[in-house]
């Protein structure tokens, strides 16, 4: 008997169609995996029913920084200056706390002109979802190499690349992130599950995601090529997103399935392959990036996740109202409020 699959239904849980979460038509390169990443956010929003009007996307400058055009077209969005997204999603996410933050960058405006503030972003643990969409090169001004570039990768109009990656997926565990994974643009499936996995998070959920350019890095030998990604690609667990209505406990046996059940309910159930990695162990998930650089490898799943810390919201006791929206009988103080305070410099 032949298997029928199930059709997705036309609406989702708030009322809407999957259109309602699309944006405007691309203007990037035809195979840019940028695009594909867009169209995996359509999907995770969709099937999650977030509404799109609670959404705030962020981007800095980079083609990357174009993507938040091409998706939810109902949410609010400002691209920044480049490599200054992070200070304004503290910003937005400070004055309300309550929308859910998309933010969209680069492996130049993140690694190079933006590390500042992206190790700050996730050292202040700011609730967010972090994609970097990363692929070598700055496409936008004609194929430059940017910080995650191979080491001794030659292109036509840059020349040699003398100088080692930065490994962005590390350098977000250092600086204390709880949740780190990394993709691959041309694998849709693990994309989408991831993005509804790092959505459901409640801190600082990073994804770095391998996306070609198909105009200036496209080439055989590159880690950020297609054809690299396609061959070299190491799934290190499959992954299942379990909505928080039907929960699934499991057991974990070493070499078997770890569940890592998230803040607000929802769970990554985490299939072990070949590797027995726990991502709960920061160490371990600094070795499997290293031991994966040195073999050449592309390891992709969830990297790292830690349900400990307390976002800025929380260190920063701020009000469960969102600042936007506290009255002005809470934000302006009385004036006997105001001479009780000044008693203290008489």
């Given amino acids: 008997m032949t298997a029928v699959a199930t059709p997705e239904p036309k609406f989702n849980a708030v009322g809407l169609e999957k259109s309602d979460y699309k944006g405007l038509t691309s203007t990037l390169c035809p195979g840019c995996g940028h695009d594909s990443i867009s169209t995996r956010i359509i999907d995770a929003a969709y099937q999650l029913s977030i509404k799109p009007h609670e959404v705030i996307k962020l981007s800095g400058i980079g083609c990357s920084s174009k993507s938040p055009a091409y998706f939810l077209n109902g949410a609010h969005g400002i691209n920044t200056v480049h490599g200054r997204m992070p200070s304004v999603a503290t910003g937005a996410m400070l004055a309300n706390r309550h929308q859910l933050a998309i933010g969209v960058s680069g492996d130049g405006d ?4 933006g590390m500042g503030q992206f190790k700050h972003i ?4 700011v609730p967010m979802v972090y994609i970097i969409e990363n692929n070598g090169v700055y496409g936008l001004t004609k ?3 940017s910080a995650t570039a191979d080491e ?3 292109l036509k109009y840059a020349g040699t690349n003398e100088l080692p ?3 962005l997926c590390a350098e977000a565990i250092i600086a204390g992130a709880g949740f780190v994974a990394r993709s691959f643009a041309g694998d849709a499936k693990q994309v989408s599950e991831l993005l509804k996995a790092a959505m459901s998070f409640k801190g600082i959920a990073v994804l770095d995601i391998i996306s070609p350019c198909v105009t200036f890095n496209n080439d055989d030998k590159s880690t950020k090529s297609y054809s690299y990604g396609k061959e070299h690609e190491v799934p290190i667990h499959d992954i299942t997103f379990v909505p928080e209505y039907n929960e699934i406990s499991i057991d974990y046996d070493p070499g078997e399935v770890v569940s890592v059940k998230l803040h607000d309910g929802p769970a990554v159930q985490l299939r072990k392959l070949s590797k027995d990695h726990n991502p709960t162990d920061k ?3 600094l070795q499997l990036l290293e031991d994966a650089k040195r073999s050449g490898e592309l390891v992709t799943g969830i990297v790292y996740i830690n349900e400990s810390r307390e976002t800025i919201v929380d260190t920063e006791d701020v009000h469960e109202i969102a600042l936007a929206h506290l009255p002005e009988s809470l934000l302006r103080p009385s004036r006997e409020s105001l001479e009780d305070v000044m008693k203290d410099f008489v």
């Fill in 110 to 113: 993140t690694g190079s002109i």
């Fill in 122 to 125: 996730v050292r202040r643990n």
């Fill in 143 to 145: 194929g430059q190499f």
């Fill in 283 to 285: 160490m371990s998930a």
């Fill in 165 to 167: 990656p930065l490994d």
């Fill in 152 to 154: 001794g990768q030659s």
